[in-house]
């Protein structure tokens, strides 16, 4: 089992950035595939971004594709979200999640969540 903590949301302008960190719990870190997804008020929960064990591999949403990075340092147990050139309706309640079996983009076939981070972009 892991437990995911979020951290580095906040409120930015538009155009800025913002760094989100996701700190895991457990030994056994670098055999999930890891995700971020994100909920606005009102709206369903989305994704964002996944990346695979080794972070050889990582996947966006066509929303974010080109101004968000995700990584991964296996020997901190961290996975980071770095998000450039900010845009009002990237705002939102940020969650990491972690998958025991290959990256996913689809919400329901993550095993663990964190509590999220609230992002605000203002225009």
């Known amino acids: 089992q892991v437990q995911l903590v979020e951290s580095g949301g906040g409120l930015v302008q538009a155009g800025g950035s913002l760094r989100l960190s996701c700190a895991a719990s457990?030994?056994?870190?670098?055999?999930?595939?890891m995700g971020w997804f994100r909920q606005a008020p009102g709206k369903e929960r989305k994704f964002v971004a996944a990346?695979?064990?080794?972070?050889?591999?990582?996947y966006y949403a066509d929303s974010v594709k080109g101004r968000f990075t995700i990584s991964r340092d296996n020997a901190k147990n961290t996975v980071y979200l770095q998000m450039n050139s900010l845009k009002p309706e990237d705002t939102a309640v940020y969650y990491c999640?972690?998958?025991?079996?290959?990256?996913?983009?689809?919400?329901?076939?993550?095993?663990?969540w964190g509590q999220g981070t609230q992002v605000t972009v203002s225009s």
């Open positions: 990346i695979s064990w080794g972070g050889a591999t990582t």
């Open positions: 999640a972690a998958r025991t079996r290959a990256w996913s983009t689809h919400v329901n076939e993550y095993d663990y």
């Open positions: 457990g030994r056994t870190f670098s055999s999930y595939a």
